[in-house]
């Protein structure tokens, strides 16, 4: 199992789906969590309680990153409850909505972009002071990035950036010891993705993957704990496809 205590961490989006089962399996291996949320909070409390209940340690902290400056609200947030070293930084909170390049709008496009972008890309700049050598960053990335899958070019093209920012990141914070990688999530039964709990949506699932079933956060969160540890230590600059082989 993978062995992460004494490591601090920060999940965003943690409070729902990948990220809470992230925030789970990283405490669960031993690490105190920074458990973010936007809207969520009664979830975020019931997951810290959750923790702490089984003896670990997590705090909640909410932050609404459409803003410009949420990244550097919450960095500032985090440095003040951790002190001056994180070991681990997982930005998961995501937005998708579905538009053809026809109706895609202006508002929606830019609302991606912030939180799946900005957001990950300011995160990492202003937590730079207090990760250190052996800290290891996590980015989510997506099978839309690589496959044409729905109707979704904007938000896909969210997560393209993502996988350009973990080569470049990668590249540059390797001299520090800072590890940068992202997992590509397939479909995945979360709220994001609830168009799989229907027949059509679940059939359509298993049409474009090799392993069928749908995939679980759970099954994310166990590849995102082994990037989070030094299992991965000779692991950076890449993308990890967790998508139950889909559309291999
Ligand atoms: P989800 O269940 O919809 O949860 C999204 C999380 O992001 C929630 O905790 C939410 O917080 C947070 N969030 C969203 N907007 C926010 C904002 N403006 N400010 C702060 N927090 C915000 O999504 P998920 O399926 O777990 O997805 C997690 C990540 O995996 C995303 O980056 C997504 O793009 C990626 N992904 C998912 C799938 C999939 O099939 N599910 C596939 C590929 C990639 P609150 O609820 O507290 O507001």
Redesign the pocket.
């Known amino acids: 199992m993978t062995n992460l205590t004494n490591k601090t961490a920060l999940v ?10 992230t925030a789970r399996a990283l405490a669960a291996a031993g690490a105190r969590v920074i458990v ?6 009664a ?2 409390e019931s997951l810290v309680a959750e923790i702490r209940g089984s003896g670990g340690k997590a705090d909640a902290v ?6 410009s400056d ?1 990244a550097h609200k919450l960095a500032k947030e985090v440095r003040t409850l951790i002190g001056d070293r994180l070991d681990i930084l997982v ?6 909505s579905s538009a053809s390049i026809e109706d895609q709008t202006v508002a929606e496009f830019d ?1 991606m972009f ?3 972008v900005r ?1 990950p890309f300011f995160l990492v700049q202003q937590l730079l002071p207090v990760l250190g050598e052996g800290s290891s960053v996590v980015l ?5 990035a690589r496959a044409s899958v729905g109707v979704l070019p904007a ?1 896909a093209a ?2 393209g950036a993502i996988d350009t920012l973990v080569k470049h990141f990668g590249a540059l914070l390797g001299p520090r010891g800072i590890r940068v990688n992202a ?11 609830s168009f ?1 709990r229907s027949d059509e949506g679940r059939n359509f699932t298993l049409s474009i993957q090799a392993l069928q079933r749908i ?1 679980h ?1 759970d099954d ?1 969160a166990d590849v995102i704990a082994f990037l989070a540890s030094d299992a991965s230590r000779w692991v950076t600059g890449d993308t990890v496809q967790v ?1 139950g082989g889909s559309k291999i």
Do not use: C, F
Not at 36 to 41: F, I, K, P, R
Not at 62 to 67: M, R, W
Not at 140 to 144: E, G, K, R, T, V
């Open positions: 965003t989006g943690a409070s729902r789906g990948i990220g809470r089962a973010h949320y936007g809207n969520a909070a979830e975020a909410s932050v609404d990153l459409t803003a949420g930005a998961n909170a995501g937005v998708a609302r912030a939180v799946n957001a989510l990335s997506s099978l839309a938000y969210t997560k997992v590509a999530p397939g479909v995945i039964d979360t709220d994001m993705s799989a995939g956060a994310v998508g």
